[in-house]
């Protein structure tokens, strides 16, 4: 008998990823501030017991907030994973190529000039800026020749990401709201409402949708473009999608918990480590991974020293950082 181990079926991992997700948001409703009874987490998964005072609180805090959770998550991993693809550049986040910058931006611009603005138009006005803050950085990364080189990029959302900040920083200092968009902006899910999800959730499973209705085609992209075109494949077409769904995912993120980094760094990697590089797998995996590690993540900050809360974007940062820096070590290559 050889001494190999027989590799985990592909089927295996699938259910595995499954049950970690499910896993997850259990640990995320019974743990907090108040401990849930499986008997309560029943009551309060199929909205009953409105009697109770106890499951009616939690059934409108801590449950939109753990389905919010699980929604953030999904969106970044899976819009970093694009991001990766169509880039070939493995330090491809959201968060790191001004999306998120740009969508703040935009965010305190509104909150500025537009103070009774509803939440739909918060939403909106975050995927414009999201949009913008993309677009700058491809647009001074493909200037000088040599076209969009890994490096490049990510100096230029270095830079762009700075400058955004820093302009969402003099908006808040200018107008003196500042307070009001780090209410939207402190990177948490305190306070998320059903009528917050109801307004993000049909975006972003829409846009997670059509991500895998072309994940074959992000395959084939993500190798190489030339051979895409020889294949036949719609390569503007194809990239104009994603890139909208990329705005998508991120602004409709940003308007529920603010900025966030590092997941769509870390997920799809992850992904790739255990799925391999076929975008059909990685891309539905990046959704459920994405969403497990978001609910961990904030089951931790709400627990760690509760009864306060840690900021999650910290605890993110504490694991994502070290990441960044593993994935820069290893060099900058292109995904094969």
């Not at 259990?26 to 009953?48: P, R, S, Y």
């Not at 700058?136 to 830079?159: M, Y």
Request: net charge positive.
């Amino acid at each position: 008998m050889s001494g190999s181990r027989k590799p985990i079926s592909f089927a295996l991992k699938i259910v595995i990823s499954f049950a970690a997700l499910a896993a997850a948001f259990g640990l995320a409703m019974f743990l907090g501030a108040k401990d849930v009874t499986l008997h309560e987490l029943w009551l309060i998964l199929t909205n009953q017991g409105a009697d109770n005072d106890k499951v009616a609180m939690l059934r409108e805090t801590r449950y939109p907030r753990e389905v919010g959770a699980a929604l953030v998550g999904a969106a970044l991993g899976v819009a970093g994973a694009i991001m990766q693809g169509l880039t070939r550049n493995p330090l491809a986040d959201p968060g790191l190529l001004g999306l998120t910058a740009g969508a703040n931006a935009a965010l305190a611009a509104a909150v500025a000039l537009f103070s009774e603005l509803n939440y739909f138009g918060i939403m909106t006005v975050c995927f414009v800026g999201a949009a913008f803050g993309m677009f700058l950085v491809i647009g001074i990364s493909a200037v000088k020749k040599g076209g969009l080189s890994p490096f490049r990029i990510v100096l230029a959302g270095s830079a762009i990401s700075a400058f955004l900040y820093a302009l969402a920083s003099g908006i808040g200092l200018y107008f003196k709201t500042s307070k009001d968009v780090t209410m939207w902006t402190a990177a948490g899910l305190v306070g998320t409402t059903w009528g917050q999800i109801q307004a993000v959730s049909p975006v972003i499973l829409a846009a997670l949708l059509v991500t895998i209705l072309f994940s074959k085609s992000l395959t084939i992209l993500s190798l190489n473009e030339e051979a895409a075109v020889g294949l036949g494949l719609r390569t503007v077409y194809v990239k104009t999608v994603l890139y909208i769904v990329i705005v998508l995912l991120a602004g409709a993120a940003v308007a529920l918990v603010g900025n966030m980094a590092f997941i769509g760094l870390m997920i799809p990697h992850m992904v790739r480590a255990m799925f391999g590089t076929d975008y059909r797998a990685v891309i539905p995996m990046s959704a459920i991974w994405g969403a497990a590690f978001m609910l961990l993540a904030d089951t931790l900050g709400r627990t760690l020293n509760a009864p306060f809360e840690t900021p999650v974007v910290a605890i993110i940062a504490i694991l994502g950082l070290p990441f960044f820096l593993f994935v820069v070590r290893k060099g900058v290559k292109a995904i094969s």
